[in-house]
């Protein structure tokens, strides 16, 4: 299993994207993209997503991979 963690802006873009396989290092990475959007980008729809996926291939291609 591979962990994805984007953070989104309003428009639906993908900002930044960090995937790895560890899922404690991936929960502390969704935590940090939460603590880093302001209230401003909350009120105006950015979001930090954490999702899952079976394959690298499925991973964006502009993300950062760790292994």
Request: charged share 20%; net charge negative; aromatic share 8%.
């Amino acid at each position: 299993m591979i962990w994805v963690n984007e953070q989104i802006d309003p428009e639906g873009l993908v900002y930044a994207c960090i995937a790895c396989c560890d899922e404690a290092q991936a929960q502390a990475c969704h935590q940090n993209f939460q603590d880093n959007l302001t209230d401003a980008q909350r009120q105006e729809g950015w979001v930090a997503r954490m999702r899952t996926v079976d394959s690298w291939d499925e991973v964006p291609v502009a993300a950062l991979k760790l292994s």
